[in-house]
């Protein structure tokens, strides 16, 4: 077939099927975005913040292979559950959906390359999902990953307990609650920071601000959590936390959430940001100058 | 302004910066073939293309392009190539790459998205140095792969912002005979270029801007002959230039009629170039003079810039 033909073909080919066109377009922009920001050294400072605890871990379980005392896997369940609910959901995923989510549109506005995305037959929306989809795949890869590498380091210097406790108790569903709400974490920071980056030019203060909001939510009333992606996270964590310190003291104590409605409330919460985002992108404009 | 299937329309068209003037009040229509835009730096050229190709959103009024609008991307971005002035590539992507992914987004398989970029990549003369990093390449290089991208999926309405800078004289000939061919396809070509000779030489119309207004848009040729306050420069080559300047220099509208150092070139400026036809037509048939040739002096893109735009109008 000729080129003209081919063109003609592939011009009436998705008139009537645009569902599929959506699908190839959102595949070819997770696969480009992908390799444009995974395997990057600009995100190297996103691997240290991932990696971090699980460096730590391991450096740990290097140097007391020999001072192994099987009677504190508890305690050292309670601090990878600190690891997890403290460091990785609060900072680490929090820092580096930002750094990941408002690149996609800002990051490439500063850079001078949206146009290229922008004059292409794609529509808008089907932008923001493939984008948010690519960012989604990026932080949840290296994320499950860090979390799979600190339950490595945490469990494997205890030897057979360690399996045993894995295998043979409640090591194997900790691990899933926390792969689940790690992706979950991924998932609901991204439409965020993906939104923010189209409503601001610089998306640090706003995120600062939400930084400060999910610090401080555990004092406001049960409704205003329900705002807050860290009150899903900590329902559906299978250790519990203790909350210490000053803000003990005005913490709210909550009615506990069913699993099934903390998920459910967290998508519909991404959901919502997503398709505020598809609305904000229409107002985008490429105009490097006044970036 | 109703749009038409074969037209670009700007229908009163304005766009302002916060409150920094784009351009302002644009309304003109196109017809295929190869436009070009005119105009100093910051006069709205770039703007226009912007806002043609949907970068940015008029403030004010319409911009249809073959009926449709860039509010219908899929429609719209199969039918319109943009080749921006913006020198910047995504990170680590090399020539071929940065072709192929694109046209993948139309919709195209890999086995036509393979055709269409490599025949792009030999168009734009590309093809040896496809697999190379866009990074390593030389500023004519990055030209030219931009141009590609822009031709590959085949549109009917080719945008090119300064598309000839960068290019070494033989890439300059070859990218110029493309839009030539490109044109003479029935498809649209718009232009912005401060090189005025080559726009003059290939431009089926100007469209002339300063400070974000056009200052005059058609035919260049119609351009001239509305531009009234400069007397039109018609150079005639005779057998007797002294009786042929004295003949011009008795009718009204002939501001001048200057005898060249050759001795057989009369260069006259008058107001109304027919008129000066119908004198010189006269002349020849009574047999005064035997005229060898007649052509205008000013009638090019160049001269009508200086016209109506001047050395105020800043650097082209």
Known sequence: MSIQGSVARAQTTFKDQPWRLYASQIAVLVRTEVRRNLFTRRRLWVYLLALAPALLLGAHSIFSRYHVDPGSIEDETEVLAGIVQLYYFRLGIFFACMGIFTWLFRGEMVAKTLHYQFLVPVRKEVLVVGKFLAGSVISIALFEAAVLACFYFTYARFGAAGTSYMFGGPGLAQLGAYLLTTALACLGYGAVFLALSLLFKNPIIPGAMLLGWETVAPIFPSWAQHLSVTFYLKHLCPVKVPVEGPMAIFTVVTEPVAPFIAVFGLLCLTVAILAASCFLIHRLEVTYTAE | MTPDNRQIVFDNVSKFYGEVLGVNKVNFSLEPGITSLVGPNGSGKTTLMNLLTGLIKPSHGAIYVLGLTAQQPIEFFRQVGYCTQFDSFPPGTNGYDFIYWPLRLHGFGDDQATKLTNEALERAGMAQVARRKVAGYS??????????????????????????????????????????????????????????????????????????????????????????????????????????????????????????????????????????????????????????????????VNSIYQYLIGSDGGPV
């Open chain 2, 139 to 300: 500023k004519g290089m990055r030209q030219r792969i931009r141009l590609a991208q822009a031709i590959a999926h085949h549109p009917s309405v080719l945008v090119l912002d300064e598309p000839l800078n960068g290019l070494d004289p033989m890439a300059r000939a070859e990218s110029i005979a493309l839009f030539q061919a490109i044109a003479k396809q029935g498809m649209h070509v718009i232009i912005s270029s401060h090189i005025l000779e080559e726009v003059d030489r290939i431009s089926d119309r100007v469209v002339l801007m300063s400070s974000g207004y056009v200052v005059a848009e058609g035919q260049i040729k119609d351009v001239r002959r509305e531009v009234r306050d400069h007397p039109m420069q018609i150079l005639v080559r005779c057998s007797n230039a002294a009786k042929l300047a004295s003949a011009a220099f008795e009718l009204d509208h002939v501001v001048e009629a200057k005898i060249l150092t050759d001795g057989q070139s009369v260069l006259i400026r008058t107001r109304d170039a027919e008129q000066f036809s119908l004198l010189l037509n006269k002349i020849v048939s009574a047999g005064l003079v035997e005229v060898d040739a007649v052509a205008p002096a000013d009638d090019d």
